[in-house]
T-cell receptor, first 109, second 113 residues
């Protein structure tokens, strides 16, 4: 079966750094996406990794290790508006997105 | 104006009623998707369409049907709504240069009593 695992909930402090992990087991791999979703709103695209390594985009970075089936999203200089769920999704061999359940990130002042 | 729109945004209906959710996009994308989201669960794919003549079932298509009326329009129907179809429904599109990145509409919150 196909499986995406990420922590259910994490808490961090404003101004700090947090790393959200994602591990996956899928039939094939054609890339990994991270999306941000505020409560009751649509998911919005954050990043895409298809090769191993770190992709940096402002305060957000995403890392991929295909051999380990592992990715993380790194958020720096946390702001209150970063309180949201972060969804990890893998594009499988049929080019279908397989979604994790999401990690709810709570930012405290 | 939003690139992907959904109507209605909220709907309350009764068991057994037929419901249609509509999605329109101005992104010019070929691919369109319907998902449902339940609390604590990942997005589940209901149906997807790679062009007007191509409709495919997703992982949870039972109880749902779709129609791709044009490249820009993709509607989802619940022929006879049941309470466990209460969920948040999202339409998404992909295509163009970023062919695999999906862009989501604002969602429809459906409650079936």
């Amino acid at each position: 079966g196909q499986n995406i695992d990420q922590p259910t909930e994490m808490t961090a402090t404003e101004g700090a750094i947090v790393q959200i992990n994602c591990t996956y087991q899928t039939s094939g791999f054609n890339g990994l996406f991270w999306y941000q979703q505020h409560a009751g709103e649509a998911p919005t695209f954050l990043s895409y990794n298809v090769l191993d390594g770190l992709e940096e985009k402002g305060r957000f970075s995403s890392f991929l290790s295909r051999s380990k089936g592992y990715s993380y999203l790194l958020l720096k200089e946390l702001q209150m508006k970063d309180s949201a769920s972060y969804l990890c999704a893998v594009l499988d061999s049929n080019y279908q997105l397989i979604w994790g359940a999401g990690t709810k990130l709570i930012i405290k002042p | 104006d939003a690139d992907v729109t959904q109507t209605p945004r909220n709907r309350i209906t009764k068991t057994g009623k037929r419901i249609m959710l509509e999605c329109s996009q101005t992104k010019g994308h070929d691919r369109m998707y319907w998902y449902r989201q339940d609390p604590g669960l990942g997005l589940q794919l209901i149906y997807y369409s790679f062009d007007v003549k191509d409709i495919n079932k997703g992982e949870i298509s039972d109880g749902y049907s779709v129609s791709r009326q044009a490249q820009a329009k993709f509607s989802l129907s619940l022929e006879s709504a049941i309470p466990n179809q209460t969920a948040l429904y999202f339409c998404a599109t992909s295509g163009g240069l970023e062919s695999d990145t999906q862009y989501f509409g604002p969602g429809t919150r459906l409650t079936v009593l």
